[in-house]
């Protein structure tokens, strides 16, 4: 059975896109992997758009370098050959297990995770909401000035 999820990116100058991801969706695999990226630093200086198109394009291996150049402990971040299956998508899907949120502020990369409950169409706003059971994961990164 697929693991569903959806992620939403918003960047500081209000920005907001969203993506679906098929499979492999649950915190100990992808959210692992989107935990470390957001560790990096690499979303530091990328508005919304960006950091939706290198996660599409599924090549980290730039992450994981700039966490070993700066000493940071990291796993091998296990490629797929078909990068790790996003595409975009305008609302929340009906069928996720999980719900990222990537919110860059300032200098600093949040990163949420929430096992969802169930997603509700909202017809007044003309889009869905996600209700929850719980927070699996709340981790916030600070990229320092001289970070590489």
Not at 17 to 35: A, F
Not at 95 to 107: H, N, Q, V, W
Not at 134 to 147: F, H, N, R
Request: aromatic share 10%; proline share 1%; net charge neutral.
């Amino acid at each position: 059975m697929s693991t569903r999820a959806n992620i939403r990116i918003n960047d500081k100058d209000g920005n907001r896109i969203m993506l679906y991801h098929h499979n492999d969706g649950g915190p100990d695999w992808l959210g692992r992997r989107l935990e470390m990226i957001c560790r990096s630093g690499i979303f530091r200086h990328m508005n919304a758009n960006a950091i939706a198109t290198y996660l599409i394009k599924g090549n980290f291996k730039n992450a994981e370098e700039r966490l070993r150049k700066n000493e940071i402990e990291t796993e091998i971040l296990e490629e797929k050959p078909y990068g790790l299956g996003f595409e975009l998508t305008n609302d929340w899907h009906g069928d996720i297990d999980y719900a990222y949120t990537i919110r860059r502020e300032g200098k600093s990369t949040r990163l949420k995770c929430y096992k969802v409950k169930k997603v509700i169409y909202d017809e007044d706003k003309e889009r869905s909401r996600v209700q929850y059971n719980k927070i699996e994961m709340d981790l916030q990164y600070e990229a320092e000035e001289d970070y590489i």
